[in-house]
T-cell receptor, first 114, second 115 residues
């Protein structure tokens, strides 16, 4: 059974720092991996989607990497800003699963202090 | 586009009452998902529809939970009777499922409290 783990559960950094959020998964037979952002009282917003054949994806100050063989993904945020404060979740979709079967980690709550 | 619309945003009810949550997906999307989020278990898929047909309901916790999608623009998740352990945030999401797997767009959620 696929399990997704995100460590740490919470992270606090000063504004301007570069930071890395970690995600690990137990079954490497994944179709894709996604990173989402969740603001308090809001739904999830998709940030980056990495197909299993890809190694990384970039969007602005965000860069996500995928190492299937080791079951790991990282989300790199450059020059962090207070507006980046949110909970970040990663989710994997297994091969052979239905399209809806995203398996989520519990998230890392990021706080960027001015 | 208004995005995925959910109602109500907050619901407080007493144990044993029937609860109905509603979702309007993004126009043109053909897949709809219901999720539940709790502190203990995180975000879990309850049921997934494609072209209004339930495809995977393995996440529905028990018979007290039921979901319908009578047309492409509306879905409901019903809990009858409700119990305190059903307290959670329920999210609806939609996507377009074509040849490639597309990202899911989430609604703002319904925060359910069962007393």
């Amino acid at each position: 059974k696929q399990e997704v783990t995100q460590i740490p559960a919470a992270l606090s950094v000063p504004e301007g720092e570069n930071l890395v959020l970690n995600c690990s998964f137990t079954d490497s037979a994944i179709y894709n991996l996604q990173w989402f952002r969740q603001d308090p009282g809001k739904g999830l917003t998709s940030l980056l989607l990495i197909q299993s054949s890809q190694r990384e994806q970039t969007s602005g100050r965000l860069n996500a990497s995928l190492d299937k063989s080791s079951g790991r993904s990282t989300l790199y945020i450059a020059a962090s800003q207070p507006g980046d404060s949110a909970t970040y979740l990663c989710a994997v979709m297994n091969y052979g699963g239905s399209q809806g079967n995203l398996i989520f980690g519990k998230g890392t709550k990021l706080s960027v202090k001015p | 586009d208004a995005g995925v619309i959910q109602s109500p945003r907050h619901e407080v009810t007493e144990m044993g009452q029937e609860v109905t949550l509603r979702c309007k997906p993004i126009s043109g999307h053909n897949s709809l998902f219901w999720y539940r989020q709790t502190m203990m278990r995180g975000l879990e898929l309850l049921i997934y529809f494609n072209n209004n047909v339930p495809i995977d309901d393995s996440g529905m916790p028990e018979d007290r939970f039921s979901a319908k999608m009578p047309n492409a623009s509306f879905s409901t998740l019903k809990i009858q009777p409700s119990e305190p352990r059903d307290s959670a945030v329920y999210f609806c999401a939609s996507s377009f499922s074509g040849l490639a797997v597309d990202t899911q767009y989430f609604g703002p959620g319904t925060r359910l409290t069962v007393l």
